[in-house]
């Protein structure tokens, strides 16, 4: 069964893939930030991933089903393929990627939301005038080494310009630390997107928890 997409999803809202958690099993990566309480999950291998794309359907496969069991959305990154091949609740598409259009297109009838990177006023103004998108993920906020292709920082000034342009709820993404969170807030996101803030978290409990706490009213 697939969910809908609400706004609230994007409050706590996890990516990973293999390459961003060497020497550990992303299947009990997830299992914990799941316990913690994200509230969506993209699974997001290519850069360093070491993968066969066998491999890489596999994981996804098992993953999808932790994220089912947990009532947890599931989005995949860029593949429309394997989206579709691991009834994905969602996909998430870069500004490089596939045309957002296509991607619609591509999913149509298939109950996935879609997800667009924009990180400029006029991807925003592009992204408006598409029917089909549901939210946008706008960055980085602040500078991060998580993306070797990461566009320029925004900063929370330009995020809240963006989330006042936008018709679709946003999630800020990039470089984003729990003492950023109030600000981040306070500029209009509905959430934020985090790979290493997890990943490396010492706490994820807690850090799952003030994320969620953060965007409470957003």
């Given at each position: 069964m697939s969910v809908t997409f609400e706004s609230g999803l994007l409050r706590a809202y996890f990516v990973a893939g293999s390459q961003d958690v060497p020497g550990r099993d992303l299947r009990d990566v997830l299992a914990t930030m799941l316990k913690a309480g994200i509230t969506a999950y993209q699974f997001r291998?290519?850069?360093?991933?070491?993968?066969?794309?066998?491999?890489?359907?596999?994981?996804?496969?098992?993953?999808?089903?932790?994220?089912?069991?947990?009532?947890?959305?599931?989005?995949?990154?860029?593949?429309?393929?394997?989206?579709?091949?691991?009834?994905?609740?969602?996909?998430?598409?870069?500004?490089?990627?596939?045309?957002?259009?296509?991607?619609?297109?591509?999913?149509?009838?298939?109950?996935?939301?879609?997800?667009?990177?924009?990180?400029?006023?006029?991807?925003?103004?592009?992204?408006?005038?598409?029917?089909?998108?549901?939210?946008?993920g706008s960055g980085p906020i602040y500078p991060t080494t998580s993306k070797d292709d990461a566009d320029p920082v925004i900063g929370t000034a330009g995020l809240a310009r963006l989330v006042d342009q936008a018709n679709v709820p946003i999630v800020a993404i990039g470089g984003v630390t729990v003492a950023s969170l109030p600000a981040i807030a306070q500029a209009g996101a509905a959430g934020v997107a985090v790979i290493t803030l997890l990943t490396n978290s010492t706490q994820p409990v807690a850090d799952v928890t003030a994320m969620r706490r953060a965007f409470q009213k957003n």
């Open positions: 291998d290519k850069g360093a991933s070491q993968l066969t794309a066998d491999e890489r359907l596999a994981l996804g496969r098992d993953l999808r089903e932790q994220c089912r069991a947990a009532s947890v959305p599931f989005i995949v990154d860029d593949d429309v393929e394997m989206a579709l091949a691991l009834h994905a609740d969602g996909i998430h598409v870069g500004q490089s990627d596939a045309g957002v259009q296509r991607v619609i297109d591509a999913v149509a009838g298939q109950n996935l939301f879609v997800g667009l990177s924009c990180s400029m006023a006029e991807e925003v103004s592009a992204a408006n005038q598409v029917s089909g998108i549901d939210y946008l």
